[in-house]
Every structure is written in C-alpha cells, then in structure tokens.
C-alpha cells in the first residue's frame, strides 16, 4: 500500500472522528445529572406525585345537651384562617365554619364516636329514618377540577321558604328542595390539597336539556339550581386536618336548612358537617371510630 493511500485513508478517519463528536455535543451532560427514582422493577420511575385526594364527610346531629356545648366547641376551631368578608357573609346566613389542624377536638371527637356507635346500633339510623339529615360518613376520591355533591337534607314533597340574606325581601318559595355541598379538592403532591366547599341548592321537576361535546348531541335531565358561591369555603390543608362547618347560636337564613334537622319525633336538632383530608388510598377515620367508653365520655 502506498504512502499517499494511507494518507488519505487517515484524512478519512479524522473526518469521521469528528463529524461524530460533533453530533454528540448536544447530549453530553454539562453538569450534574439529577437523582434517578428507581421502581421495583428496576426501571427508572419519575418522581411520585399524587394525582387524588381523599375527602371524608360526616354529618353530625346534636341532642339538645350536646347544642349547648357548641360554644366551647367553636371556641377550639381556627376560624380566622377564613377571609373575614366571608365570615361575615357566613355569619349573616348562619353559618360558621373553621379548621382543625392535626388533631380533632376532644369534645367533637365524643361526638362523633357517639354518632358511629348509633349507626351502628340503631336500626331506624341505618335506614336513614331516623331524621331527616343522615349521618352517614362518605369517602371521595377526588381529582382536580372533577365535582363530587354532598347532599344534606332533601324535602322531595314540600315547598320551602329559601332566604339568602344579601336578597331576603325577594326570598321565595322553592318547590322540592334539595340542600347539598358541591366538593372540589386540588392535590398539590405533598399532603395537602385545596378543598372548596359551596353550598347549592337543586328544585323543581326534572327537565330535559341537550348538551353537545365533540359532535354528541345528548339528553341530560337536570333541575334548576341555586349556587351561592359567596359562601364558598376554600382552604388549602394537609393531611389529617378538619374542616368544620355548622350553625351559629341563631337559626337564620340558609343555615336554619342546612345545619338543621327534624328528627322522627319532631325534635329540631343542630347538625354539623366534618370534613377530614385523607391520603390518596383513602383512610376512613371516620368509619373506623370504636364508642368510648361511659366513664370516658
């Protein structure tokens, strides 16, 4: 082989060597690569983040004993974490509400064992006549921007006065109302969530509506509705936290419907509404209350 063969043959090379580097300049890390997450499996997993919350509700109905100890209750709830112009707005409509951070009140905790004990007991409770406000407790498994409803109490044969304050010279009558709390909660990935609570109101007979999406045309029977979005509670909270929500000490306005109940013997009772964010998997603390013992309650 010639001189001027292997000569070329090495200009070749050079060439080559250097069309290569140049196309790996773009990837060739320039610093630190970050952390990898390794699965089970072995594979490289991204960085866990939760994409649902768990919300658990429980209604709770007061004896008349028990209403009377409503002040030393709200004097352990965190109501300044709420706007004051809704605390004002709540408060003209009857309404409180408030959070509980880490650890439930020990007086709201009795209560609540009591309430699962009679659940658990009581026929008539477990049938939902006992009252008209069931104190189920309800697990919700939430996604952002995905809406669950809470229902609280429902009158499907009746027709009721309705007053929301900011309008109650034009209060009106409703035929078949129904009182629930639309839920809505926003994982961040890091134990909390934000969660909004809004109270509506749903009446009058079904009607048919066509609603359209991507070239569907469908029936949807729904009924009229009030939302009042100016009593919307809304709080960013971690895990194991309380929402709390009640009456105030006189019944006026939207909270003589909402925490309010008539029980099968007629007697009007108080209701509060406990709201607990859980772990994504769910954990019903709730559910898994045991009775306390007479001596400890």
């Not at 490289?44 to 919350?53: D, G, I, Q, R």
């Not at 069931?134 to 009746?158: G, I, M």
């Not at 809004?198 to 007979?205: A, C, D, Y």
């Not at 909270?237 to 019944?251: F, K, N, R």
Request: charged fraction near 25%.
């Amino acid at each position: 082989m010639s001189f001027q063969r292997l000569t070329s043959l090495n200009l070749l090379f050079l060439c080559a060597c250097s069309a290569l580097l140049a196309g790996c300049a773009s990837w060739l890390p320039s610093g630190e690569e970050p952390p990898k997450v390794k699965s089970k499996s072995g594979f490289v997993a991204a960085l866990p983040k939760s994409e649902t919350a768990g919300v658990e509700t429980i209604l709770i109905r007061l004896n008349s004993m028990q209403a009377t100890q409503l002040p030393e209750l709200w004097s352990q709830i965190d109501e300044q974490s709420l706007k004051p112009e809704l605390r004002i707005a709540m408060d003209k409509n009857g309404i409180r509400a408030g959070k509980a951070s880490g650890k439930i009140p020990a007086i709201l905790d009795a209560w609540l064992r009591l309430t699962v004990k009679r659940l658990g007991e009581d026929p008539m409770e477990q049938a939902g006549f006992a009252a008209d406000v069931s104190s189920y407790s309800q697990l919700w498994r939430c996604r952002a921007n995905v809406r669950k409803e809470l229902s609280v109490r429902n009158f499907p044969d009746t027709s009721l006065f309705v007053c929301y304050w900011d309008a109650c010279p034009e209060g009106k009558p409703y035929a078949a109302p129904q009182f629930l709390f639309s839920i809505h909660a926003t994982p961040h990935g890091d134990a909390t969530a934000t969660l909004r609570l809004t109270p509506e109101m749903q009446h009058g007979e079904l009607l048919k509506k066509a609603t359209g999406r991507e070239s569907v045309v469908r029936l949807d029977s729904r009924r009229e509705s009030v939302v009042w979005d100016q009593l919307a509670v809304e709080l960013r909270i971690q895990q194991g936290d309380y929402l709390v929500l009640g009456p105030t000490s006189e019944s006026r306005a939207l909270g003589e419907h909402f925490f309010h109940t008539k029980t099968r013997n007629g007697e009007i009772q108080p209701v509060l509404l406990l709201v607990r964010l859980s772990d994504a998997d769910g954990d019903q603390a709730f559910a898994r209350r045991r009775p306390l013992e007479a001596s400890q309650r």
